[in-house]
């Protein structure tokens, strides 16, 4: 069986290290915060299609009162008052609403993937130069990169278990009480199988690590793991908490 860095880390990285091909975890980490960005995306404009209802907001379109209010005496004021034919309030799908908040995060899900690349990075290292661990920064990047990949498997498998949820909740309601209740209803269902699933993802992630770390700063595997199981623990706490 060839060795992949998923499933076989440590035989993957001891025909590799030391002197990682950066270049190809750069591409892992880009394929992650594409595959997270991109399922972020396909929950929010799911749950967006389901939204029906629709609600009351401020209209733009419409310039404020007290422009509106008074006469207009020059040809400049008439162009300004253009707009006060319009109606102050206008009737938009809920969907809609939450659809453009989703599409203003999107860009920083990929940005915060791509940062959050180096930061794993410095951890894993900075515990391995504790355990009397060898190598450079730039091998520690790399076993980062492609620690990184289980993170991908587990964004595509938590929004199936979202997209399951969605099956049997009414989210078409138009009273604003029953529809938090059906939101609050949907966060509950899914919360216990995010919470497994984050937490089997940092396993998975702490397995890759502790084999790369292993291989490219020459430490025993109960060192390696301290280091890569106690940064795939900080990241679990911080994603549940």
Request: hydrophobic content about 50%.
């Amino acid at each position: 069986m060839v060795p992949t860095p998923l499933f076989r880390p440590d035989a993957f990285f001891a025909e590799r290290a030391p002197n990682l091909n950066l270049a190809r975890a750069a591409a892992v980490v880009l394929v992650v915060a594409l595959v997270s960005t991109a399922v972020v995306g396909a929950f929010g404009w799911t749950l967006a299609q389901r939204l029906t209802a629709t609600t009351e907001i401020p209209n733009e379109e419409r310039p404020p009162d007290w422009v509106c209010e008074n006469e207009a005496g020059s040809e400049a004021e008439e162009m300004v008052q253009q707009g006060c034919d319009e109606p102050k309030q206008k009737t938009v799908v809920v969907g809609d609403l939450l659809w453009s908040a989703f599409t203003e995060r999107l860009p920083l899900v990929f940005v915060g993937v791509l940062l959050g690349w180096p930061l794993v990075a410095l951890g894993l290292h900075v515990v391995s130069a504790l355990v009397d661990g060898e190598g450079s920064f730039l091998d520690t990047l790399a076993v980062a990169g492609w620690g990184m990949l289980p993170s991908a498997v587990q964004a595509v498998v938590g929004f199936g278990f979202m997209y399951a949820a969605l099956g049997g909740i009414d989210l078409a309601a138009s009273n604003p009480e029953v529809l938090a209740s059906q939101i609050q209803s949907l966060s509950q269902r899914v919360r216990g199988d995010t919470a497994v699933l984050s937490l089997a993802g940092a396993c998975w992630q702490g397995y890759v690590w502790t084999f790369g770390l292993k291989r490219v700063h020459d430490i025993s595997t109960g060192e390696a793991a301290v280091a890569g199981g106690g940064v795939a623990l900080v990241g679990f706490l911080l994603s549940v908490f």
